[in-house]
T-cell receptor, first 107, second 115 residues
């Protein structure tokens, strides 16, 4: 079967660092995506990993370990506007989404 | 502005009504998708169109009927829906589906309530 697990909710403080984990068990793997979705808005693309290691994009970084079926999204210097849901998605022959992690950033 | 526009943003309909959701993409993409997003559930893929041809129907009930007249427009026709069909319906587009690293670009969705 196909299974993608993420924590349901996380909280953090403005200026801090937060790590959102994603574990997956899928038949086939052609890369892993992270999306950000603010309430009432479209999910927007953040990152794509297909090889092991860390990809850095400004305040956001994404890590992948294919052997462990594990990824994380690292958000640094948190801002209030980072309060959103973060969706992990694995591409097999189709794109399979996790349930998303709702992050709340407090002042 | 995401480049993918969905109308209407909100829709309330009775179980006997017929309505349509519309999606238009301005990104020059050639694949379009319908997803259903319900509370506390993963995004569920409903339909995929590549170059206007339907390539996937993910066991969706026949009360949902997609239409793709060209690569830029996608419709979802709704009839005799059930209350459990209430959800956020998201349209997305991408370059050819077979490009693994090609991200999806989503619209803001239509919030559907079936009464």
């Amino acid at each position: 079967g196909q299974n993608i697990d993420q924590p349901t909710e996380m909280t953090a403080t403005e200026g801090a660092i937060v790590q959102i984990n994603c574990t997956y068990q899928t038949s086939g793997f052609n890369g892993l995506f992270w999306y950000q979705q603010h309430a009432g808005e479209a999910p927007t693309f953040l990152s794509y990993n297909v090889l092991d290691g860390l990809e850095e994009k400004g305040r956001f970084s994404s890590f992948l370990s294919r052997s462990k079926g594990y990824s994380y999204l690292l958000l640094k210097e948190l801002q209030m506007k980072d309060s959103a849901s973060y969706l992990c998605a694995v591409r097999t022959d189709k794109l399979i989404f996790g349930t998303g992690t709702r992050l709340q950033v407090f002042p | 502005e995401t480049g993918v526009t969905q109308t209407p943003r909100h829709l309330v309909m009775g179980m006997t009504n017929k309505k349509s959701l519309k999606c238009e993409q301005h990104l020059g993409h050639n694949a379009m998708y319908w997803y259903k997003q319900s509370a506390k559930k993963p995004l569920e893929l409903m339909f995929v169109y590549n170059f206007k041809e339907q390539t996937e129907n993910n066991s969706v009930p026949s009360r949902f009927s997609p239409e793709c007249p060209n690569s830029s427009h996608l419709f979802l026709h709704l009839h005799t829906l059930q209350p459990e069909d209430s959800a956020l319906y998201l349209c997305a587009s991408s370059q050819v589906q077979s490009s693994y690293n090609s991200p999806l670009h989503f619209g803001n969705g239509t919030r559907l309530t079936v009464t």
